[in-house]
């Protein structure tokens, strides 16, 4: 082939809604060639993945869809395998069992579900209250912020604060979790997210727990418990240099709970 191989892929009819498998392999010695997938064959701006990996993922397929596959920086006259492996998605309602992560059994995102775990191997799909915020120097105030860990850290950073009451007579399972504006499946930038259990005031309080990137991308997520009339602050900051715009889902389990911005 030339340096340059364009397949189109028409993902089958029959399945109304599927996840691919993209396993691209070559007979040359050379590194495998960059694999980019675009909804549409001469327009690089619809480029939907690219890896330099063996295997692509593609998620949420619908049946009849038809993906152009580019193959690039291949080496003139080998031959090249593209393999298309093509899994059937359950969509879940609300309230049902699902696994995080799973490309193959996902929240109804027509419903605005999205899968949360509550611990105790209890992930759920539910509707979280999701709040926007931004993350800026000069506006924001700032704080020596804490490790992941709830440690000490030396970095000084702008953060926001939410402030979460539980006027219920039984505890409540909160998870928090932040992502690109309007895309829980993305990372706007690299923050980290704490809950103290005492008012915060730029550091001041108990922390009881943190996260850096066990989110999507370098976004965090954490679950904890919120007791019967209590009343938490979650924190977020970046880690370093990430600035910006961000949305903050916050979900629960066992009861609604009260979460405005400071």
Do not use: K
């Amino acid at each position: 082939v030339s340096d340059e191989l364009m397949v189109a892929y028409t993902a089958d009819p029959g399945i109304p809604l599927q996840a691919l498998t993209i396993t691209l392999t070559s007979d040359a010695a050379d590194p495998l060639p960059t694999l980019s997938v675009r909804t549409t064959c001469e327009d690089p701006a619809s480029e939907t993945v690219c890896a330099t990996d063996e295997a692509v993922e593609v998620p949420n397929v619908a049946g009849g869809t038809t993906l152009f596959f580019l193959a690039e920086d291949t080496t003139p006259g080998a031959t090249i395998h593209i393999h298309v492996d093509a899994a059937a998605v359950t969509t879940l309602g609300a309230g049902e069992p699902c696994t995080p992560g799973s490309a193959t059994e996902v929240c109804d995102a027509s419903q605005s579900l999205q899968c949360f775990d509550f611990g105790s191997d209890t992930a759920t799909c539910v509707v979280p209250q999701t709040l926007s915020g931004s993350l800026d120097d000069g506006t924001d105030p700032t704080w020596t912020r804490a490790s992941s860990t709830c440690g000490t850290d030396d970095d000084v950073v702008p953060f926001d604060a939410y402030t979460v009451t539980n006027a219920n007579a039984s505890d409540v399972q909160l998870s928090v979790a932040t992502h690109t504006p309007g895309d829980p499946t993305t990372c706007a930038f690299d923050m980290l997210a704490w809950a103290y259990s005492d008012p915060f005031d730029a550091g001041t309080g108990t922390c009881v727990v943190g996260d850096d990137d066990s989110g999507v991308g370098t976004c965090p997520v954490f679950t904890t418990t919120v007791a019967a009339g209590a009343t938490i602050d979650v924190v977020v900051s970046p880690f370093i240099s990430g600035r910006g715009p961000y949305d903050i889902d916050f979900a629960t389990q066992g009861g609604d709970l009260t979460i405005t911005a400071q």
